[in-house]
């Protein structure tokens, strides 16, 4: 059946809104979320306070009868590069109607047409490729840190298909939607129907069934080798609950900016918008050291919805200070596993405001090698384009920018919660 053609338009208010979100339930059928039209405006709506809310551009393609089978959406962000303060853009919020697929390619060139300077945290090959096709380049992964709290998240071990059957355990090869909880548009964690590929989907992880007292045991060792470890690696530092994002987080960034030369600009009043009342994210825990008043580093924690995964949404410290850093993670676990998370994530680039690969292993994260978020760059000036190509140039963490900003705090009654055995 031949379709009917569409056009590319600007959208310049939410006179749309319905029909985008009538886009997303057609282009993720597999996500209840997306059913949820308000959230994705109330996400919308905390944009517009961003200092750079006059630089977000949104685009849909749209056919002569009004009906929107493809948008496309930007966030702006200061950037320091090289000591330069830059503006770059993110595409996100990226679908197309399955029945036209054509019009992916079209909205994303639209937007390298527009937008000079881009930086994009992305996981699907297919949106990957079409950043790269239009000028981006893919400076390198994030790692994924992971530590297990919970017995209920150990994974089981492959079993043949015979005992699989004898022991009534599911089967590994059905398919299960990947991403970060809560979270079901933009290039991070779907692929846009419509672009040839499937939405990308991995089998699940069957965990390892334990009766309850075996868990419980477990749960204690966990417990006591985390204690052990903290004492052992995290230093003699006091961490502090942080209430406001003072002037002390302004001096800190700018020390952090001279030492690195690539990094999203994070100061006192970026910290309030990305993580204040406001936020989808909201209430988010963030942890501080200070010593003779001046702060050294913080993190800034938050847990899922379904109460199960922790994230450690940004970790910075001043230059070269492991010992701090060491002393955030150990606060950082002890406060997940009270509010009874089951494993804690944390995608970062290594640098030297972040933690250390080492000390991570040492306090008992793991490191997974799938599901990795690629940094990629465009800058439309040769020399700044050059520096931020390189990952090693790069200090950032996965709050940092667009991939966590679907994150749900908080899901609507009607749709149901995930349920846990812990």
Not at 4 to 29: C, M, N
Not at 166 to 175: G, K, M, R, S
Not at 272 to 296: I, M
Request: net charge negative; proline share 8%; charged share 25%.
């Amino acid at each position: 059946m031949l379709k009917k053609k569409a056009t590319i338009q600007q959208i310049e208010d939410y006179s749309l809104e319905k029909e985008i979100g009538r886009l997303r339930v057609t282009a993720f059928p597999y996500h209840p979320e997306v059913h949820d039209f308000d959230f994705y405006t109330s996400v919308y709506r905390w944009y517009e306070q961003h200092p750079l809310a006059d630089e977000v551009y949104r685009w849909a393609a749209i056919t002569p009868e009004g009906e929107v089978v493809g948008f496309l959406s930007t966030f702006p962000q200061y950037y320091r590069i090289n000591g330069r303060r830059v503006i770059a853009q993110t595409p996100t919020d990226y679908m197309v109607h399955p029945d036209y697929g054509f019009y992916a390619l079209s909205l994303m060139r639209k937007f390298f047409r527009t937008c000079e300077n881009c930086v994009a945290c992305d996981m699907v090959p297919a949106t990957i490729k079409v950043e790269e096709r239009l000028g981006a380049e893919v400076a390198g992964q994030l790692h994924y840190a992971a530590k297990v709290l919970s017995a209920s998240r150990i994974p089981m071990p492959p079993l043949p298909a015979r005992l699989r059957r004898l022991l009534n355990l599911p089967d590994p090869a059905t398919p299960a939607a990947q991403g970060y909880p809560g979270q079901q548009t933009g290039g991070t964690t779907d692929s846009p129907a419509g672009d040839g590929q499937e939405p990308e989907v991995l089998p699940p992880r069957p965990r390892l069934p334990l009766p309850a007292p075996a868990k419980r045991l477990l749960n204690a060792g966990f417990q006591g080798v985390d204690e052990a470890l903290g004492r052992a690696f995290g230093g003699s530092f006091e961490v502090e609950v942080v209430e406001e994002f003072d002037d002390a987080f302004d001096a800190l960034f700018e020390r952090v900016a001279a030492a690195v030369p690539c990094i999203p600009e994070k100061d006192a009043a970026f910290l309030r918008w990305r993580y204040g009342p406001d936020s989808p994210q909201h209430p988010v825990k963030t942890l501080a050291v200070r010593e003779n008043g001046e702060l050294l580093g913080y993190t800034v924690l938050v847990v899922t919805f379904d109460g199960i995964d922790g994230y450690i949404l940004d970790l910075t410290t001043l230059p070269e200070r492991g010992d701090v850093a060491r002393a955030l993670l150990r606060a950082a676990v002890r406060f997940f596993r009270e509010e009874g998370a089951q494993i804690v994530r944390y995608r970062f680039r290594e640098s030297a405001v972040s933690a250390r690969t080492g000390d991570l292993r040492r306090m008992g994260f793991f490191y997974r090698n799938t599901r990795l978020n690629s940094l990629l760059a465009k800058f439309g000036d040769p020399g700044l384009h050059a520096v931020a190509r390189h990952a090693s140039n790069w200090a950032y963490s996965i709050g940092d920018g667009e991939p966590t900003f679907w994150m749900r705090q908080e899901l609507p009654d009607w749709i149901e919660r995930p349920n846990h055995d812990d």
